[in-house]
């Protein structure tokens, strides 16, 4: 594998940002992999794995108060080119992964 | 819980982060409680937060599991890089330690190499353990004080040489040699040359075999040896222009022609003792040129003069080969009152220097142990910020082997880092050490090799492994369970006593070298407080060397040309513009005479009055004025004194008057030397003649017309005395202009000079204590800082109950240097025992002084208490509600 590999808890939080559409926290992402997956990850996982793919360069993000009259914070993330580029070659390699395979898992079930 | 899980998220991300971080728990813990219960929203929110313990010390989030474990790396290798990630989270922690341990190691490195560069290193000889030098002493010169310096410094005779060389079996071969100066002239100005005289033995015996050339055959030495010169490397280069035909042709040395035969390779030193004593000189090795052994001496030369090695039989031992020299010189009946004693080459050169260099490797010593202790402070105090962290990782499944192979890798990262620095800083110090001018001999030799800086890696990983492994050995002591539950619960103990035994150790170290230091400078201030007998400010110097036979080559000829000389330049000195007044006189003080003479009070012979050795100098009318030494009875000399061939008038120092005539005037008394008798026309002032340290001893001053020999000018002005210097060159030169000039320089330089190295030590101690003092405090501020870090909650506690910050820093500061008033206190005894060893180097103070130990106690003290206070004013950054609220 190689160095800038993502970890799963990685890749779904990098799919989560990306559908969440520039509303994504560790809120946010922890409530909509909950939503989708039927799992809970850790939000000091997400909260850690938020930051760490912003310095891979896949995400960025900024501060925004929590409201108007608020002195509160909150930091939202949105995926950038490169985090696509890496989506888009996760996507392939499992799919390529996939393929072929379809027949003998639903047979199985 | 939740305090730890901040601390861990802050240790990674900073403190805004891991607060960003606890309001998006308690946003989601708010969540979960509208959506499923309250009572499942707080389950939840204890799960998160060991979750968050559990992945943000096991490693699972940031990628770190998946990506390194997947890596394959090494174990070592993934714990450098958790180990570099930690140390680049902590960089003040880091930087203290590297630092730290740097300085000392780079300290003690340098003075390491200088030891062994000057004491530890062999002489650049061929196989030098079997050579010896061979001298004479004379006990009954040990107790006089003005030949004490020479008692075992007694040389061979020429025919001592002979003799020994044609009868000994224990040695396999003899050489001798013999300092001097030569004037070499047409090529380029004349110049003054140190010059040697060789054994056609010496250069075969010590392995130096020239690089062009030959040197001297047996046959070409002795009384009437032909007119041979082997030259040195440097004077080939810079007079010759490295001409490889200057071999074979002629040079002329004292107005005589001499053919080269050789030219010797790059940094040829032959060590001459005898130099060094006459000149007052450390290192007096290197030789511009070479002539043969004793080529203008008569037969039967009998100056003690010639410096012997000898190199030992294989099976000889130095006792068997002493007993051998001594039977064949007695047998010679040469040597009744000599008894001889056979030294090391090295011996010969180091002898003296080994006591300060010992000062400078304890003191460096001392300070690598500061270093170490106050690095072990850090490291410790370090190891109680992370016990709770350790703890967690334990109790959630970490192995303890893997925790302290963890912790060792970092000490590990600490230590290298620190030796590195070290080896950087020892090629600095090693520098400027060399760049300060110490008076040290051998100084060339002193060059960093890879045992001393193996020595500094080694020193460096020992130290940070030994502390660093703390931590570990900690948690052996503790309870997990204990642990988990103090963490973050006001002091902890264990480590934190250790941490102030370390840093009262240290600053006791400190308080040591303090002392040394006070007491050096004390000593070095007493010394600058002792009146030489002279005035040195405004007096300007110059020396001539006049090249033998240069106004004739009989005595009496010789020595009117020398006072023509002298009276002609002495007018053209007191016409110069601002001089007060000049005098001439044979020698200096500083570094003034080694030798006496002897002289018989009250008459001229043995048998008519006492005999008695004094210092003698000839100086001439003026002298004393320009010095500004006091005339105490009777008058200064005159021109007109300088005619009486069979006698004369001198004048004598307090101390021979006082000696010698107790109790009366010595005025118009007879003074014998050589069977002249001399009448005393003055008493002056005593003046210390080669260290200020010295006891002013009996002093004949006689006229400078009995002088046929080389000479200083001194002058004083109502300017700059360094203006004068080049001016005197000028006026010497105008009446002479072959005449070739030495120590061109002022009377309080040379002064100065004397006692260079006594402020040499000082500065360098002085030095050692001031970097001790700044770690020291390093390590207080690092200790006080660390303790308000620890008792956040109980300081919180108490401000909320409405104590007032002021008493809190005080009270906060108090804890540390009650600490250190234990280490000043141990200093304080440490230095009463130290300083014992030190007597010798002490001057006009004792080594118990108590102005010097109050006074750096009160120094240490006061640093100390401001390092603390400043480190405690943290304590005004408590803030009382936020510890309420995390209760």
Not at chain 2, 188 to 209: H, K, M, N
Not at chain 2, 279 to 293: H, K, L, Q, T
Request: a neutral charge; glycine letters at 12%.
């Amino acid at each position: 594998m190689s160095r800038d590999a993502l970890g799963d808890l990685e890749h779904q939080v990098l799919l989560t940002t990306l559908r969440l559409r520039g509303e994504a926290y560790s809120v946010s992402v922890v409530l909509e992999i909950e939503e989708r997956t039927h799992r809970s990850p850790a939000q000091s996982a997400v909260f850690i794995a938020l930051r760490r793919l912003e310095e891979k360069g896949l995400l960025r993000s900024h501060l925004e108060k929590k409201s108007p009259d608020s002195g509160q914070t909150r930091r939202y993330f949105e995926i950038t080119p490169a985090g696509l580029e890496k989506l888009r070659e996760m996507r392939e390699s499992l799919l390529g992964l996939w393929d072929g395979i379809s027949a003998e898992l639903d047979g199985a079930s | 819980m939740r305090a730890l899980v901040r601390w861990l998220l802050a240790r990674r991300l900073g403190s805004g982060e891991a607060d960003r971080f606890l309001e998006e728990l308690d946003e989601l813990h708010s969540r979960k409680c509208t959506t499923e219960g309250a009572e499942a929203g707080d389950r939840w929110l204890k799960l998160e937060l060991r979750r968050a313990i559990w992945s943000g010390l096991g490693g699972r989030f940031v990628g770190k599991g998946t990506r390194e474990r997947g890596s394959g790396s090494p174990g070592f290798l993934r714990d450098f890089r958790f180990g570099l990630r930690t140390l680049r989270r902590r960089p003040l922690f880091a930087l203290l330690v590297v630092g730290t341990l740097g300085l000392g190691i780079g300290a003690s490195t340098t003075v390491f190499t200088l030891v062994d560069g000057i004491l530890l290193k062999d002489m650049a000889y061929e196989r030098p353990g079997e050579l010896v030098t061979i001298w004479g002493t004379w006990p009954s010169w040990r107790d006089d004080p003005l030949l004490q310096e020479a008692w075992d410094k007694i040389g061979l005779r020429w025919d001592d040489y002979t003799t020994l060389r044609d009868e000994t079996r224990a040695f396999s071969g003899i050489g001798a040699h013999r300092s001097g100066t030569l004037t070499l002239t047409g090529a380029g100005d004349p110049v003054r040359i140190e010059s040697g005289e060789a054994t056609a033995s010496l250069f075969p015996l010590l392995g130096i075999r020239p690089v062009l050339g030959r040197t001297f055959l047996p046959g070409e030495e002795g009384p009437g040896a032909p007119h041979l010169a082997v030259l040195g490397y440097e004077l080939w280069q810079s007079r010759f222009g490295a001409d490889s035909t200057v071999v074979g042709r002629s040079v002329t040395l004292n107005g005589e022609p001499f053919e080269v035969i050789g030219i010797l390779p790059r940094g040829v030193r032959i060590h001459s003792t005898l130099y060094n004593l006459f000149n007052s000189s450390i290192d007096g090795g290197e030789r511009a040129v070479w002539v043969p052994a004793n080529w203008n001496r008569p037969e039967g030369y009998g100056s003690r003069d010639l410096e012997t090695f000898g190199r030992l039989r294989p099976g000889v031992g130095t006792e068997e080969a002493l007993a051998e020299v001594t039977r064949i010189m007695k047998d010679n009946g040469r040597h009744e009152d000599t008894v001889f004693r056979l030294t090391p080459p090295r011996e010969e050169v180091v002898a003296g220097y080994r006591p300060p260099l010992f000062l400078l490797l304890g003191a460096s010593g001392l300070l690598l142990l500061i270093a170490c202790g106050n690095a072990a402070t850090l490291l410790l105090g370090e190891a109680i910020d992370r016990r709770g962290e350790i703890s967690t990782r334990v109790a959630l499944g970490a192995g303890r082997r893997r925790i302290a192979q963890q912790l060792l890798t970092e000490s590990l990262i600490l230590g290298l880092a620190g030796s590195l620095v070290g080896m950087i800083l020892t090629p600095l110090g090693v520098r400027s050490f060399l760049a300060l001018g110490p008076s040290l001999p051998r100084l060339q030799n002193v060059e960093i090799n890879q045992g001393v800086l193996l020595a500094a890696a080694l020193t460096g990983l020992a130290c940070a492994l030994l502390f660093g492994f703390a931590p570990a050995l900690l948690q052996h002591k503790h309870s997990i369970h204990a642990l988990l539950q103090r963490e973050g619960r006001g002091r902890l103990g264990g480590g934190g006593k250790a941490q102030t035994l370390l840093l009262a150790g240290e600053l006791g170290l400190t308080m040591v070298l303090l002392i040394s230091a006070g007491l050096l400078a004390r000593s070095l201030e007493e010394l600058g407080r002792v009146n030489p007998g002279f005035r040195a400010e405004g007096v300007a110097t110059i020396r001539t060397q006049i090249p033998s036979d240069h106004f004739g080559s009989d005595d009496e000829t010789s020595r009117e040309g020398i006072g023509l000389f002298r009276r002609q330049v002495l007018e053209r000195v007191r016409a110069l513009p601002g001089v007060l007044v000049a005098g001439a006189v044979d020698g200096l003080p500083f570094p003034g005479l080694v030798s006496g003479s002897t002289f018989i009070i009250g008459g001229t012979t043995r048998s008519s009055g006492d005999q008695i050795t004094a210092r003698d100098h000839a100086v001439s009318p003026g002298y004393f004025e320009t010095m500004g030494i006091p005339i105490l009875a009777g008058r200064d000399f005159t021109e007109a004194d300088q005619v009486q061939d069979d006698g004369g008038v001198v004048v004598v120092n307090e101390t021979m008057a006082r000696q010698y005539w107790p109790g009366t005037s010595p005025l118009g008394n007879i003074v014998g030397r050589g069977g002249n008798p001399y009448r005393v026309v003055g008493v002056v002032g005593d003046v210390r003649e080669r260290h200020l340290s010295e006891e002013p001893l009996p002093m004949v001053y006689r006229h400078a017309s009995i002088s046929g020999g080389s000479f200083s000018i001194v002058a004083r002005t109502t300017g700059s005395p360094d203006v004068l210097v080049p001016l005197l060159r000028d006026a010497v030169q105008a009446v002479d202009p072959g005449i070739p000039l030495t120590q061109e320089t002022t009377m309080e330089a040379l002064v100065a000079a004397s006692s260079g190295a006594e402020r040499f030590r000082a500065f360098l101690v002085t030095g050692f204590g001031a970097l001790a003092t700044l770690l020291a405090l390093v390590g207080v501020f690092g200790v006080t800082a660390r303790s308000v870090a620890h008792r956040t909650r109980e300081l919180g506690i108490r401000m909320a109950l409405g104590a007032e910050s002021r008493g809190l820093i005080r009270m906060t500061a108090m804890t540390t240097l009650r600490a250190g008033m234990v280490g000043i206190a141990l200093g304080l005894a440490g230095g009463l025992w130290v300083t014992r060893f030190l007597t010798s180097f002490f001057f006009g103070t004792r080594p118990w002084d108590g102005e010097t130990y109050g006074a750096a106690a009160l120094l240490l003290g006061a640093l100390c208490a401001g390092a603390a206070a400043l480190a405690a004013r943290r304590v005004t950054r408590v803030e009382p509600m936020r510890v309420l609220r995390e209760e």
